[in-house]
């Protein structure tokens, strides 16, 4: 009987399996765009957007990446966006429906009189998969889009229920409750260049108040590649070493930080921190005494947190930097600005000021170390060359670097400066100045920069060659991917978010070799944890796929030394570290694709089998059994969207 029981509970598994895996999932950005369907892990990629389009085509508006401020939410398998294009608001609903289906409803309301040509529905089709696609309406013989105008345009005339792209590797198919008329324009965003099909939702003017829903299928299809992948390592060239992971700690929220930041120090294996300095709390009026008014038992309620912050890290043997956001009103010009003012963020400092912003900065250090027994590695403003929220120019930079850090060698300090901790890594000139000053060199700790944007290689290669020029190591000072993902948190527990953050630390390990990337944050703000009423779930505290990506990448051993390694697979990133003289290695790889066959080359013959663990939407650093290595190559099968690391054993 309990052998008998096991047969058919198997064989309902398998079923269930066989079933899941029919199905597949449409990736919806927090904005409400679709960047493609998967199927068997792999994204048939084309990208969506909600189009207000003006009179005459003059000017288009459409949802995008910070150009609106949307909610998101997930109910099962639909997943829903709520925002506004000017005096639009709109929802959006994608539900998965089937094995490369997604189900679309869209409802619009104008909060006002609206005067355009009309709402569309866009798709971008790119252009180096769909060049030479057929379009379909209904049963009708297809048109290739790059025929004639005049032959397209008169094809196009014909209103139709269904729409089908169709290239020999990609189909992409659209059906509508009634018939339509659909645009098609070409179009570039981002140096990409698209086919962009307009779908129109509404024509004409609109009225306050009015309501309009439409409903329409997606269907996506196309080759899955199963190609297997050769990964050639090269353990003869070695680079800067990787510490692990670190983690911002800027308290924000009483009530839930907390156990966010005792389940991560308690559960990952933590190397650098970062703290805020409140200086506007800390020192508000320029005729006082900071460290009197402190040691009268009128240290500010966040002050003494923060610093308490700082403490647990340092007596936890874990460096420290701390960073200033908010400035006292005495300290910069004009009004304080805590928001763009005409697109501008930020205060500069007073340059009349320098020496009383020092010595404030300086007796922050100073009381730190004297009550909390906390000594300061690194400083900086930050975000200063975007205002967030002090501005600085590259000059302004290099001057505070350079005086700030010799003001603070007299003091007796070994606090230094921190290079850039830059907003975004593509505003990397901003640190050029310094670079070229030798003047700033000897207060230089590190070259840092946040990882919000600017992503492509050529840009992160940039610091990379700061860090290398000076000879200096490099930190990630704020990693992740969207800044402003804070006002929906619910994209933290998509796949989507959870891969698209592991693909860019790996990437970033292995162009940049940072000797840590610091989490943004290991508090409730971008928690990697869900429930304890972090971001209003009431549910227990958990771990989410993010934290165990985390947790594998705080996993390499410590000290590795970056390594080459090259994947013969453009959707497969991988970074590389190792020790030659004590044989230990690891190779970190994000899968954006299928599951396939890899082997790995390059791997030392005294290296006999690697340990793996994998983390994806269901496996939570899931340890497989060891892959044996053969004449330094090991072979293995690679999960579909997944983070996988390999060791040395």
Same mark, same amino acid.
């Given at each position: 009987?309990?052998?008998?029981?096991f047969?058919?509970?198997?064989?309902f598994?398998?079923?269930?399996?066989?079933?899941?895996?029919?199905f597949?999932?449409a990736?919806?950005?927090?904005?409400?765009?679709i960047t493609?369907?998967?199927?068997?892990?792999q994204?048939?990629?084309?990208e969506?957007?909600?189009?207000?389009v003006?009179?005459?085509?003059?000017?288009?508006?459409?949802?995008?990446?910070?150009?609106?401020?949307p909610?998101f939410?997930?109910n099962g398998?639909?997943?829903?966006?709520?925002?506004?294009?000017d005096?639009?608001?709109f929802?959006e609903?994608?539900?998965?429906?089937?094995?490369g289906?997604?189900n679309?409803n869209?409802?619009l309301t104008?909060?006002s009189n609206m005067s355009?040509?009309?709402?569309? +529905?866009?798709?971008?089709l790119?252009?180096?998969?769909?060049a030479?696609a057929?379009?379909q309406?209904?049963?009708s013989k297809?048109?290739?889009?790059?025929?004639?105008?005049?032959?397209l345009n008169n094809y196009?005339?014909?209103a139709a229920?269904s729409?089908?792209?169709i290239?020999?590797?990609?189909q992409?198919?659209?059906?509508?409750e009634?018939?339509?008329?659909?645009?098609i324009?070409?179009?570039?965003?981002?140096n990409k260049?698209f086919i962009?099909?307009?779908?129109?939702l509404q024509?004409?003017?609109l009225?306050?108040?009015q309501?309009?829903?439409?409903?329409?299928?997606v269907?996506?299809s196309?080759s899955v590649?199963k190609?297997?992948?050769?990964?050639t390592?090269?353990?003869?060239i070695?680079?800067?070493?990787f510490?692990?992971?670190?983690g911002n700690?800027r308290?924000q929220?009483p009530r839930v930080d907390?156990q966010?930041?005792?389940?991560?120090?308690?559960?990952?294996?933590?190397?650098?921190?970062?703290?805020?300095m409140?200086w506007?709390?800390?020192?508000p009026v320029?005729?006082?005494?900071?460290?009197i008014?402190a040691?009268a038992?009128k240290l500010?309620?966040?002050?003494k947190?923060s610093m308490e912050?700082?403490?647990?890290? +340092?007596?936890?043997?874990?460096?420290?930097?701390?960073?200033?956001?908010f400035?006292p009103?005495w300290a910069?010009t004009g009004p304080?600005?805590?928001?763009?003012?005409n697109?501008?963020?930020g205060?500069p400092?007073d340059q009349t000021k320098t020496?009383?912003?020092?010595k404030?900065?300086?007796d +922050?250090i100073?009381y730190?170390k004297?009550?909390y027994?906390v000594e300061?590695?690194d400083f900086?403003?930050n975000?200063?060359?975007l205002?967030?929220?002090i501005r600085?120019?590259?000059d302004?930079?290099?001057?505070l670097i350079?005086?700030?850090?010799?003001y603070?060698?007299t003091?007796?300090f070994?606090?230094?400066?921190?290079l850039?901790d830059?907003s975004?890594?593509n505003?990397?000139t901003?640190?050029d100045?310094a670079i070229?000053?030798?003047?700033?060199?000897p207060?230089?700790g590190y070259?840092?920069?946040?990882s919000?944007r600017g992503w492509?290689s050529?840009?992160?290669?940039?610091?990379?060659d700061?860090?290398t020029k000076?000879?200096?190591?490099l930190?990630v000072?704020?990693g992740s991917?969207d800044?402003?993902?804070?006002?929906?948190p619910?994209?933290?527990?998509?796949?989507?978010y959870?891969?698209?953050?592991?693909?860019l630390?790996?990437?970033i390990?292995?162009i940049?070799?940072p000797?840590?990337i610091?989490q943004?944050q290991l508090?409730s703000?971008?928690?990697?944890l869900?429930g304890g009423?972090?971001?209003g779930?009431?549910?227990?505290? #958990?771990?989410t796929? #993010?934290?165990w990506?985390?947790?594998?990448?705080?996993?390499i051993p410590?000290?590795l030394?970056a390594m080459p390694?090259?994947?013969s697979a453009?959707?497969?990133s991988c970074?590389?570290?190792g020790?030659?003289?004590?044989?230990?290695?690891s190779?970190q790889l994000v899968?954006n694709?299928?599951?396939?066959h890899v082997?790995v080359t390059g791997?030392?013959?005294?290296?006999?089998?690697?340990r793996?663990?994998v983390?994806t939407?269901?496996?939570?650093?899931?340890?497989g059994?060891l892959v044996?290595v053969?004449?330094?190559?090991a072979?293995?099968?690679?999960?579909a969207?997944? +983070?996988?690391?390999?060791?040395s054993?």
């Open positions: 009987m309990t052998k008998y029981f047969k058919i509970s198997l064989a598994g398998l079923l269930l399996i066989s079933f899941q895996s029919l597949s999932q990736e919806v950005e927090p904005w409400g765009n493609g369907i998967r199927i068997d892990g994204l048939m990629e084309f969506s957007n909600i189009s207000v003006q009179k005459d085509w003059v000017k288009v508006t459409a949802t995008g990446k910070e150009r609106q401020r909610k939410s997930r398998d639909a997943q829903m966006v709520s925002s506004n294009i005096s639009l608001s929802t609903t994608v539900t998965d429906a089937g094995r289906v997604a679309v869209v409802q104008p909060k355009v040509e009309g709402i569309y +529905y866009t798709f971008m790119p252009v180096d998969d769909y030479d057929g379009v309406l209904d049963n297809a048109v290739k889009l790059n025929a004639s105008e005049s032959a196009l005339q014909t229920k729409i089908q792209f290239t020999p590797k990609h992409l198919k659209v059906m509508f009634d018939p339509v008329n659909i645009i324009k070409s179009g570039t965003d981002k260049k962009q099909v307009f779908v129109p024509k004409g003017d009225e306050k108040g309501t309009i829903a439409k409903t329409f299928s269907t996506a196309g590649d190609k297997p992948i050769i990964l390592l090269n353990t003869a070695s680079g800067r070493p510490k692990g992971l670190g700690f308290l929220n907390p966010v930041i005792d389940y991560c120090l308690k559960n990952l294996r933590v190397v650098w921190g970062r703290v805020e409140p506007r709390q800390w020192h320029l005729d006082s005494s900071p460290i008014q040691k038992g500010n309620a966040h002050v947190e912050m700082a403490q647990r890290l +340092y007596k936890m043997g874990i460096p420290v930097i701390l960073t200033a956001w400035p009103a910069v304080l600005s805590f928001r763009p003012a697109g501008i963020w205060n400092l020496n009383e912003i020092y404030s900065i300086a +922050y100073q730190l004297d009550e027994g300061i590695t900086s403003f975000e200063s060359d205002g967030i929220n600085q120019t590259g302004e930079h290099a001057k350079r005086e700030l850090g010799a603070l060698a003091r007796g070994k606090t230094k400066m921190l850039g830059n975004d890594a505003t990397y901003f640190v100045p070229a000053d030798p003047a700033t060199h207060y230089i070259v840092s920069f946040h919000w492509d050529t840009t992160l290669q940039k610091w990379d700061a860090a000076l000879n200096i190591p930190l000072g704020e991917t800044a402003a993902a804070w006002a929906y619910a994209i933290f527990q998509e796949q989507t959870a891969l698209k953050e592991i693909n630390y790996t990437r390990l292995a940049c070799k000797e840590s610091l943004w508090t703000d971008y928690s990697p869900a009423g972090v971001a779930d009431t549910g227990a505290l #958990r771990p796929q #993010r934290f990506n985390l947790k594998q990448l705080a996993s410590e000290g030394k390694i090259r994947s453009a959707n497969v970074a590389a570290l020790d030659n003289d004590k044989g230990v290695y190779i899968n694709a299928s599951s396939r082997t791997l030392p013959k005294k290296v006999k089998s690697l793996m663990f983390t939407k269901k496996l939570s650093m899931q340890e059994k044996p053969v004449n330094g190559k072979t293995f099968i690679l999960e969207t997944s +983070y996988t690391s390999l060791e054993k």
